[in-house]
């Protein structure tokens, strides 16, 4: 293997288990692999409760407040709201939920509690009133768990939470319009048959039913193994659960591993119906797993997500202020970056990836915010989340002619001719190089002016239409010469060329462009021009005037100025 030079680090890896020896996976025959996500699972963001537990400084009540009504809508109809029994401010906002009837008729409160009695009674308290609610019953399973923490066997430890899953349906009684979760926490690490056992007999024991089912929420607590190992223990328990219809599966995926979205999407192809989660990926250590990214993934795939993020920017405000953490510059869909091109291939491809999408719109008769999309770099719309079309390209030391130009479009209205990108963005670059920073389209403009503008002062000028051409007079003032006279051409440049040459200055117009930008009365000609000296160099002119005439002649003579001559003799 001469083509990989690695070597052994110094770090301890001898020290960790695979997940293969720490928890049986007895799947063999899979199907999750060929399954496609076609319809939003249920979301339930946990923000106002685990995202809470793990803030450095909790939300205080306006806090969960404003983070609850923005939840609420964006149209989410499951929201975890607090640990009530463990905590006199989360089972306030509870009770502040209920006898202020903040609550839709349409949406479900979900409570968490320990298995405990005197908790899960004052979980019940906390609720009384709410007319929708899921009770969310969670102990820890696993081995090391039980061993290190919980100090139970298997058969101690399910009697347990047996016992705590009677209380709830006890004071479960009293209180219609209360359905029952549970979570065995660090399932992905907890052996397989005994999670089943645990789960059905709590099945049971509800008395689960299609119009009334139990959740069995089955969390990856710490992230230990691949993607597809979770999907597997989640197609295990999906095809293994008794009285499957009446139980929705749900999942609860973290991050430690850096994969909690891709378990996730992983998890829903192997049956779950239910994903908790928070905005953004807040939580323990390396977060929850990220609601945002998995349901705009879902858009990019053509699958409505049945929750509005329309407005991510708005959304990302009222995150970021209710946890006092800021979201990443690169985070997907909402970071302030994502949307944003510096590399000039990348310009240059999103630039024409544009083009063609308008165009295509166009000719199908379509509005291009409609029309399907498919535009390089960009796996959504950025307009889809309320992002505009500014922010998409910007330019420094890396980019390219592309996104110059993209730049001066959107923001001046020109359309820099290919040669003419191809020479600024030189300019540019070295502009970027010497400075190390990014460059503003204002700053582009500004630059275009000071590499290419007229920066004389074009006086009294006439043309007069004759028979054999156009006949000119014209006078223009620069900082250690002038410019004056008269003659005949074809066409004003030519005959400013002869003037020019009667100065001194043999010119040759290489290339000439012209376009209109505004309209109306703020309407203005741009002309782009060419010239050279005949011994192989040539520089650029770009003049910008109401009248078309003007600046034809400010941008002959700005390339005039810029190009030596031999026989200069002013």
Not at 227 to 233: H, I, R, T
Not at 268 to 297: I, S
């Amino acid at each position: 293997m001469n083509w990989n030079r690695q070597r052994p680090s110094s770090m301890p890896s001898h020290r960790y288990r695979p997940y293969s020896e720490r928890v049986p996976v007895p799947l063999t025959e899979r199907h999750w692999p060929t399954a496609r996500t076609t319809v939003a699972p249920l979301w339930v963001p946990v923000d106002l409760r685990d995202g809470n537990q793990a803030l450095a400084e909790p939300m205080d009540p306006a806090r969960k407040r404003r983070f609850f009504d923005l939840m609420v809508a964006m149209g989410y109809k499951e929201i975890e709201v607090g640990y009530p029994s463990a905590s006199q401010t989360d089972f306030d906002f509870v009770r502040d939920l209920a006898e202020q009837s903040l609550v839709p008729d349409d949406v479900t409160i979900v409570v968490f509690t320990a298995a405990r009695t005197d908790l899960i009674e004052r979980t019940f308290e906390s609720v009384r009133g709410l007319p929708n609610v899921v009770l969310h019953m969670y102990t820890a399973t696993a081995p090391t768990w039980r061993d290190v923490v919980l100090g139970h066997d298997r058969e101690a430890l399910h009697r347990l939470i047996f016992d705590a899953a009677q209380d709830v349906a006890r004071c479960g009684e009293r209180q219609p319009g209360v359905r029952f979760e549970f979570s065995p926490e660090v399932f992905n690490l907890t052996e397989p048959d005994y999670v089943l056992e645990m789960c059905d007999s709590l099945t049971e024991l509800w008395d689960a039913s299609p119009d009334r089912p139990v959740i069995h929420n089955l969390p990856a607590t710490v992230e230990i193994s691949t993607p597809n190992v979770y999907a597997d223990q989640i197609e295990y328990m999906h095809r293994n659960l008794t009285r499957r219809d009446s139980v929705i599966l749900s999942v609860h995926p973290h991050n430690d591993r850096g994969t909690g979205v891709a378990c996730a999407e992983l998890a829903v192809l192997a049956g779950a119906q239910r994903v908790e989660g928070c905005l953004f990926g807040n939580g323990e250590r390396t977060g929850n797993v990220d609601l945002v990214t998995l349901a705009l993934n879902l858009h990019a795939q053509g699958v409505d997500p049945m929750i509005d993020f329309s407005d991510i920017d708005a959304v990302k405000r009222t995150v970021e202020h209710c946890n006092r953490i800021d979201v990443h510059e690169r985070h997907p869909y909402g970071g302030d970056l994502v949307y944003t091109a510096f590399s000039g291939t990348h310009q240059d491809a999103i630039k024409k990836g544009f083009a063609h999408h308008y165009a295509s719109a166009e000719a199908a008769g379509i509005d291009p915010s409609t029309a399907p999309w498919d535009v390089p770099y960009l796996p959504i719309d950025p307009r889809d989340v309320g992002r505009d079309y500014e922010a998409v390209i910007r330019v420094n030391s890396q980019s390219g002619k592309g996104g110059i130009a993209y730049l001066l479009q959107t923001g001046y209205g020109i359309d820099l001719p290919r040669p003419l990108q191809i020479d600024f963005a030189k300019r540019v670059q070295r502009a970027t190089d010497d400075s190390g920073a990014e460059i503003t389209a204002e700053q582009l403009w500004e630059l275009l002016h000071a590499e290419y503008g007229f920066d004389g002062r074009l006086g009294q000028w006439s043309i007069e239409h004759r028979e054999g051409g156009d006949h000119l007079r014209v006078r223009a003032e620069f900082d250690d010469s002038t410019v004056a006279g008269e003659a005949s051409g074809t066409g004003p440049v030519e005959a400013l060329t002869r003037i020019l040459a009667e100065h001194g200055h043999t010119v040759e117009v290489l290339s000439f462009g012209q376009q209109s930008v505004g309209s109306g009365s703020d309407s203005r000609a741009v002309t782009y021009a060419q010239c050279g000296n005949g011994d192989g160099t040539a520089h650029w002119g770009v003049g910008f005037d109401q009248s078309v005439t003007a600046s034809t002649l400010q941008a002959v003579l700005a390339a005039s100025a810029r190009t030596p001559s031999p026989d200069s003799r002013t």
